[in-house]
């Protein structure tokens, strides 16, 4: 074909000349990659480059930036290798491509102790933040608790049942069988261990203080941060960009009543029954392993267990639960409000919510630890 690509060498005394021809485009890639990589090999000799572009019939993006790539390999020390005969037509175009480095631009941040100390105050005040915005959602969910108080025919129970339905009833599966395999495997270790003291007997009562008391409530309340709390985020989120929330308020709704409030009430219910629930399974799991592992026979096992607990213990768990669970439902939805009008605002906001979420449960556990500790529970 006469527009095939050619690139030729003619030694013009102490010069030499690559006088490029024909179809420069990526249609040509290969060729051209291969006649570009061949003329690169020249770099490095004594005498001036010059190449002559003023034969070709047609240029795209690919072919300048081949030509200014051989341009730059051919260019050593002072020497720099020119194109000539370069078009009016195609001047802008390689000069556009000429403006792209040859090397990326490393950023390089320098640490310094001001700059420590600002990132410190950001980090502060974003959390100052967050407190404010969980007190004013507080504050705003008592209010209408009061309002529902005294019109209780503005409270929303179908709403309320159905998100019970939602966080409760359909959770109910994956927190049994959570909450079943930690109760299997903390008894496995513990008996495991135990073991090595003649003592396998013992953790029946690491294993009934632990489910009632701590991890049983604590687990179930994290698996409901990243079930139902990033539910809450992402259903309010999408009400938010598609300016439901906006049109509640035109109508002359509340939507803290409307959508924040049944949410909480089910989320309030649910999160106890599901702790119980929850540390049933697991003290199931672990008398199973304890009796199929330990060989401590089931009737053993339920004695220990009566005398190892007490009543305190379950209520224990029982009060966090409630607590833990306003937590929850006033993180996910005060994100939920605060996402903007794109997708990457809900995403970044429901993932907030979840760690949110789980770390002021983590925190309020060790709250209510150094409480009972204190009035001797």
Not at 33 to 45: P, S, T
Not at 141 to 161: D, E, M, Q
Not at 192 to 204: K, L, M, N, S, T
Not at 303 to 315: E, G, Q, T, V
Request: aromatic fraction near 6%; proline fraction near 3%.
């Amino acid at each position: 074909m006469s527009g095939d690509p050619k690139l030729e060498r003619i030694a013009k005394g102490n010069a030499l000349a690559l006088c490029a021809t024909g179809t420069w485009t990526a249609s040509f890639a290969p060729a051209l990659e291969r006649m570009v990589a061949d003329a690169e090999k020249l770099a490095g000799g004594p005498q001036n480059i010059f190449i002559d572009v003023s034969e070709v019939a047609k240029l795209d993006t690919f072919g300048a930036w081949l030509i200014e790539r051989l341009r730059r390999s051919l260019t050593k020390g002072t020497v720099e290798a020119q194109i000539a005969g370069l078009s009016a037509n195609y001047s802008s175009l390689v000069d556009e491509v000429r403006r792209v480095s040859a090397t990326p631009v490393v950023e390089t941040s320098t640490i310094t102790i001001s700059g420590m100390l600002e990132q410190i105050g950001r980090t502060v005040a974003g959390l100052g933040g967050t407190v404010a915005g969980l007190v004013d959602m507080l504050g705003a969910v008592l209010a209408a608790v009061a309002h529902v108080l005294i019109h209780p025919r503005s409270f929303r129970l179908t709403s309320t049942v159905h998100h019970m339905e939602q966080v409760c009833w359909r959770a109910v599966p994956i927190i049994v069988l959570i909450t079943f395999l930690i109760g299997c495997i903390i008894s496995q270790q513990g008996i495991f261990h135990f073991r090595r003291f003649g003592a396998d007997i013992f953790v029946v009562d690491m294993l009934g203080v632990l489910v009632l008391r701590e991890i049983g409530v604590l687990l179930v309340a994290i698996m409901v941060a990243g079930r139902s709390g990033s539910a809450y985020t992402a259903e309010l989120g999408s009400m938010k960009m598609r300016e439901e929330i906006d049109a509640l308020r035109t109508m002359g709704f509340d939507p803290i009543e409307v959508l924040v409030l049944p949410r909480m009430l089910a989320l309030v219910l649910a999160l106890p029954i599901l702790a119980f629930l929850g540390a049933m399974a697991a003290l199931y799991g672990g008398g199973l392993v304890a009796w199929l592992y330990g060989g401590v026979d089931p009737e053993a096992f339920l004695l220990r267990l009566r005398d190892a607990i007490s009543i305190d213990h379950f209520i224990v768990g029982m009060v966090k639960a409630p607590v833990m669970a306003a937590v929850i439902g006033i993180v996910a939805c005060v994100e939920g409000l605060a996402v903007q009008g794109s997708a990457e605002s809900l995403g970044q906001h429901t993932t907030a919510s979840v760690v949110k979420g789980i770390f002021f449960v983590i925190v309020m556990d060790g709250v209510f630890a150094i409480f009972f500790a204190s009035i001797g529970m």
